[in-house]
């Protein structure tokens, strides 16, 4: 009696096989074990008043209920300058989509839907450019030429994004090494996706045609913790400019990932830095695992050339099936189609990611290129099977299948099932190859999906719309005069302050050291308290209050200053912050009077220690100066906070109370 194949130990037995390991439990060994390599494509929304190519307004943004009309397009692939075309255009073309733009006429205008030619590029997100390309050390091009860049995906209108390359060559400091910068770019922003489902898919145009900057690294980061340094370095350096817009979607990551033997993979717009570690150790240990399948492909198949599938519409079958995915597609008239694998047994249960297999790269391909939403098909190798063993054998027998083949169901709408055949062969042939160079879509818990094939070269061609700008050298010399200090040297200052190391993050995220350090040098506060302030104390708040006016950081430096004039120990800014967050329009003295806080003279507090000595003796612990310090602390702290300095208090009690200095 043959063994019954179970896919579930399949499954565990290849992720054994190929050394995987959790990212908690990875070190650099294992990296290097598999040859990890990454680089980065940060984006950056710049700070500007009109959009790059057109003088709408950038910046506002409106609810995807509200639009004042729609417009309907269909996007077709065309030649490279060198009669080719892109094989990104090409795939994206396969799908059919109908793409539907959402207009706001406050926020678009004739240009972004391609009926009218550029205007002159935005001379102010220019030279923001320039600066942070001077910023990160990269070399200014002597003349800007504007190129584009094809986009049939829908996100832009006119099928391409105007880009130009500013600087070219430059570096980063991380901690413990530089990381090489291919170029900066100045490019117009795509539209902004409110659904994708079947053949249609619509956008919103108000984040259309907003200026963006692209830095573009060497691969050199090797392993996931560096790629999220390297990531969060850039972020830093553009945000300390002031000239960028921060929140939700104002700066985006695209992480380029590949293994040894693997492919570079594109990880395409990361939302959070913080999901960086995660996606890129699942993403190189996923190619390592299809560098393990296409080895176990071979030593099953001699010729992978001569290798074919082979396929039966199971609608002239009398089937009955117990899933009810499939009877729901026989109610909706959709096709089914069965289709067989020669040789493929243990490959659809052969693990990629975790709680993912290679059926999913099949599946995920079939939702994107032949438009099928999932579920979407189902197969001989489910972790958690759909249909019973009883149909699966009635399947095969149908296909005529070998013992040694896999078998998949897959269904849909009639006119998507030659597509949705033609992916299911393509992905299943490429896994004789090993990783395809395709881009990903990424989620909060590390793992991918199939997004669209990698583009190549043949996208970009030259803007004819737009003439060449020439950059004088004078001009870029002014715009670097007036720099922000680099990351690092932020990161130095800090540290020689001795402000929490575990604020950093925070404040340069935030831009905030410009602030510390004018609270440091004008009002002479200690740093270690500002940064502390800034880092713990105003995080804190923001994480749990919620402002009824928008909350300027700046208000922290006014506040400083009026307790300074007051005369008033800063340490009751501590108090007063939370109101002030939700409140920012709300006058300091108010604050206090809300506060119930009290003017007390710092002599009255200290003359208060001698009786509350008395008191606390009278308990019986006379022998417990610590104690008794750490009591007389209690009672008198709601008075002295903002009175007087909670460290000098301590050394009044300590040294009315008689305790002994180490």
Not at 55 to 76: Q, T, V, W
Not at 126 to 145: C, F, Q, R, T, Y
Not at 407 to 425: F, N, R
Request: aromatic share 8%; proline share 5%.
């Amino acid at each position: 009696m043959k063994k019954r194949f179970d896919p579930r130990k399949n499954y565990e037995e290849t992720k054994k096989a190929i050394g995987y390991v959790s990212r908690k439990e990875a070190t650099q060994k294992d990296y290097d074990r598999i040859g990890f390599k990454s680089g980065l494509e940060v984006h950056q929304q710049l700070l500007t008043r009109k959009k790059l190519f057109c003088n709408c307004p950038a910046g506002i943004f409106n609810k995807s209920e509200d639009y004042d009309a729609e417009l309907i397009r269909h996007m077709r692939p065309t030649l490279s300058e060198l009669g080719e075309y892109d094989g990104t255009a090409l795939m994206e073309f396969k799908t059919r989509k109908e793409i539907i733009y959402r207009v706001k006429n406050e926020t678009t205008c004739t240009y972004e839907v391609d009926d009218t030619p550029p205007f002159p590029l935005n001379r102010e997100a220019l030279d923001i450019a320039i600066e942070i390309s001077l910023l990160s050390k990269l070399n200014i091009v002597g003349e800007v030429h504007i190129t584009r860049k094809q986009y049939l995906d829908g996100s832009i209108p006119t099928g391409f994004q105007r880009t130009a390359i500013i600087g070219v060559e430059g570096e980063i400091a991380l901690r413990h090494k530089k990381i090489r910068l291919i170029q900066l770019s100045l490019e117009e922003d795509s539209c902004r996706e409110i659904s994708d489902i079947g053949h249609v898919r619509i956008f919103k145009t108000d984040r259309l045609g907003m200026p963006l900057i692209e830095t573009v690294t060497y691969p050199e980061c090797v392993n996931p913790d560096e790629v999220m340094e390297a990531c969060n370095c850039i972020r830093f350096l553009n945000r300390s400019t002031g000239k960028v817009r921060t929140g939700m979607g104002a700066g985006r990551e695209d992480v380029n990932v590949s293994c040894r033997g693997g492919a570079r993979v594109e990880i395409k717009g990361v939302a959070h830095t913080r999901w960086i570690p995660e996606l890129t150790h699942k993403e190189a240990f996923r190619q390592w695992a299809l560098l393990a399948l296409r080895d176990k492909l071979l030593k099953k198949i001699a010729d992978p050339g001569q290798w074919n599938i082979s396929y039966e519409y199971l609608r002239h079958h009398a089937l009955t099936f117990t899933c009810n995915a499939i009877n729901d597609a026989k109610k909706n008239g959709n096709q089914l189609l069965a289709v067989n694998l020669p040789h493929f047994k243990g490959i659809l249960s052969h693990f990629t990611q975790e709680e993912k297999i290679f059926a999913d790269e099949l599946s995920d391909r079939l939702k994107v290129i032949a438009c099928l939403e999932k579920p979407n098909m189902t197969h001989s190798e489910e972790l958690s099977p759909m249909v019973c063993e009883d149909d699966l054998k009635k399947v095969a027998t149908i296909l005529n299948a070998g013992e040694d083949d896999a078998q998949i169901i897959v269904w849909g709408p009639e006119q998507d099932m030659k597509t949705a055949l033609e992916t299911i062969e393509e992905r299943c042939r490429m896994a004789f190859e090993g990783v395809p160079n395709e881009t990903r879509k990424s989620f909060e818990d590390g793992t991918t999906i199939f997004e669209r094939v990698l583009p190549g070269a043949d996208r970009m061609y030259p803007d004819t719309d737009s003439a060449p700008i020439p950059l004088e050298d004078e001009h870029i010399k002014a715009l670097g005069r007036n720099l922000p200090e680099e990351v690092a040297e932020r990161y130095r200052t800090m540290q020689q302050w001795g402000i929490p190391e575990d604020t950093f993050i925070y404040i340069l995220r935030k831009n905030l050291f410009p602030l510390i350090r004018r609270i440091v040098t004008e009002l002479e506060i200690n740093p270690k308290f500002a940064g502390t302030f800034l880092g713990h104390t105003l995080k804190f708040v923001e994480g749990h209050y919620t402002p009824s006016a928008t909350f300027n950081e700046k208000i922290i430096y006014a506040l400083f200053a009026f307790l300074k004039k007051k005369g008033l120990d800063i340490a009751i800014a501590k108090k007063m912050l939370p109101l002030l967050y939700e409140y920012p329009k709300m006058e300091f003295e108010s604050v206090l009077t809300t506060l119930k806080f009290k003017h007390v003279p710092e002599k009255e507090i200290v003359s208060r220690i001698g009786t509350l000595k008395e008191i606390y003796e009278k308990t019986g612990r006379k022998n417990q100066p610590e104690s008794a310090v750490n009591w007389i602390m209690g009672e008198l702290r709601p008075i002295a906070v903002g009175n007087m300095s909670l460290k000098r208090l301590r050394e009044e009690v300590e040294k009315q109370v008689g305790v002994a200095k180490s």
